[in-house]
T-cell receptor, first 117, second 113 residues
């Protein structure tokens, strides 16, 4: 168990709908990262938050948005869903901003599998 | 932005053999290169990492090498075991002070008993 909790584990919804994915980081971790993993596409970085503020953006669509709350949990909002949005969405957390620069290890949650039908 | 290429996409070996996965990156300013292992249906987990000021790092049966001049880094697994079967991802980050990590597309390693 990495200590990072993601809910729900599975989500099935229809095209055009909106969903919210939730992530609770490890206790004490300030940084949260969101990734999308589609079949054969590897891990695509979406966005990073650090202590409530957005710090880095990757290939995140305008239909997607995220936020980190004062208690440090984060939510990823996906709207106007399309079939191509079906993927596994991972959240990772680390203690410091530059975790994936080697300052501290980034720990991944178990992911939310989103299926758009 | 950074581009990371990873090869091969699939690697099949016999138990006890060695496995090598190779990655190249495009931005010479990248300075941190982690490797993650993802077992089927599970989350990615960091298995080893290397910084740009180091040429090689080893942890038991796993080693990573980095050639900054060629912008190339590799993961070496010796004496492979069936439990090594998983998808392995390389990543590069740190270019231009950016925290955005770029992952390779992954290598599916299959170790046959």
């Amino acid at each position: 168990d990495s200590g990072v909790t993601q809910t729900p584990k599975h989500l099935i919804t229809a095209t055009g709908q909106r969903v919210t994915l939730r992530c609770s980081p490890r206790s004490g971790d300030l940084s949260v990262y969101w990734y999308q993993q589609s079949l054969d596409q590897g891990l695509q970085f979406l966005i990073q938050y650090y202590n409530g503020e957005e710090r880095a953006k990757g290939n995140i669509l305008e239909r997607f948005s995220a936020q980190q709350f004062p208690d440090l949990h984060s939510e990823l909002n996906l709207s106007s869903l399309e079939l191509g949005d079906s993927a596994l969405y991972f959240c990772a957390s680390s203690a410091r901003q530059g975790a994936l620069l080697g300052d501290t290890e980034a720990f991944f949650g178990q992911g939310t599998r989103l299926t758009v039908v | 932005g950074e581009n990371v290429e990873q090869h091969p996409s699939t690697l099949s070996v016999q138990e006890g053999d060695s496995a090598v996965i190779k990655c190249t990156y495009s931005d010479s300013a990248s300075n941190y290169f982690p490797w993650y292992k993802q077992e089927l249906g599970k989350r990615p987990q960091l298995i080893i990492d290397i910084r740009s000021n180091v040429g090689e790092k080893k942890d038991q049966r796993i080693a990573v090498t980095l050639n900054k001049t060629a912008k190339h880094f590799s993961l070496h697994i010796t004496e492979t075991q069936p439990e090594d079967s998983a998808v392995y991802f390389c990543a590069a980050s740190g270019a231009g002070g950016s925290y955005i990590p770029t992952f390779g597309r992954g290598t599916s390693l299959i170790v046959h008993p």
